[in-house]
Structure formats: C-alpha cells, structure tokens
C-alpha cells in the first residue's frame, strides 16, 4: 500500500520467514502442522509436524510427537522426536521419548531418557505429505 508493492509480492516476502509462535501461559490441544519455523513457549497437548525449524522454549512442554527439519529444546518433550537434520537438546531441556536424528547435540546438563537413532534415514514430513495427511484427516 505505502511501499508500491502488490499483495502477492509482499505474501511472497514474508512467507519465506514466518515463525508462529505459541506464547507462555498459552495451553494448546491438537496437533498443529506449520511450513514456517514454530516455537513453543506455552504447553501443547498434541503433536508438530513441521518442514523447517522447531524450538521449545525454557517454559514449553509438549506432550505428544514433534516431527520437522531441525529443533532445538530447552523445553520439556513427552514423546518422540524425529528430524532430518540438526536436534540441540540445551541444557534446560528434558526428553522422555525415543530420538531419531540426522545429528544430535546435547549439552551437559541436559536430560534425554529414551532410545537415540541417527543418520541420514530419519525423513521429516515434505510439504506434499503434510497436505495429503490434512486431506486424509478431513475426510475421515
């Protein structure tokens, strides 16, 4: 409007880099399925599905699945993670649940209670199969 560009031009630039966030003191029930970065710093009682980045705050908890490219947790998971790439678990972070990781980090203080699998087999959700899994659910 003020800058001369069109709607699709600006969609086009801050689709690339949006983060959802979930705010401390917010309680969420249900899976969520993001294409963008999400971090937690509030409860989810569900599970993510994610295709980039996904942070878990010092105050977040999840009790459910978190599925995506990378994740950092300095948060408390219940559940299994599975991503592509890079998983920090920060030194506030706690893990009840198996790992499955292309590569892992944990810094001393950390705690992990679970089975760890990595390499290059760990497979996070494409856009494509995110969309049929929304498809599938709505249908059912």
């Not at 790439?85 to 706690?94: C, N, P, R, T, Y």
């Amino acid at each position: 409007m003020f800058n001369g560009k069109s709607k699709s031009e600006f969609a086009a630039e801050t689709s690339g880099n949006s983060t959802s966030l979930i705010g401390n003191g917010t309680t969420l029930k249900g899976d969520i399925t993001s294409n963008g970065d999400l971090r937690i710093d509030g409860v989810l009682i569900g599970n993510v599905h994610s295709t980039a980045k996904v942070v878990i705050g010092a105050n977040g908890v999840v009790e459910g699945d978190i599925h995506g490219l990378q994740a950092d947790i300095m948060g408390k998971v219940t559940g299994t993670i599975k991503v592509k790439e890079l998983l920090q678990l920060k030194a506030s972070g706690v893990v009840n649940g198996n790992i499955h990781a292309g590569k892992l980090q944990i810094e001393p203080a950390a705690t992990f209670n679970g089975a760890c699998h990595m390499g290059t087999q760990v497979a996070a959700p494409s856009a494509a199969a995110i969309s049929e899994k929304q498809k599938d659910s709505k249908a059912a």
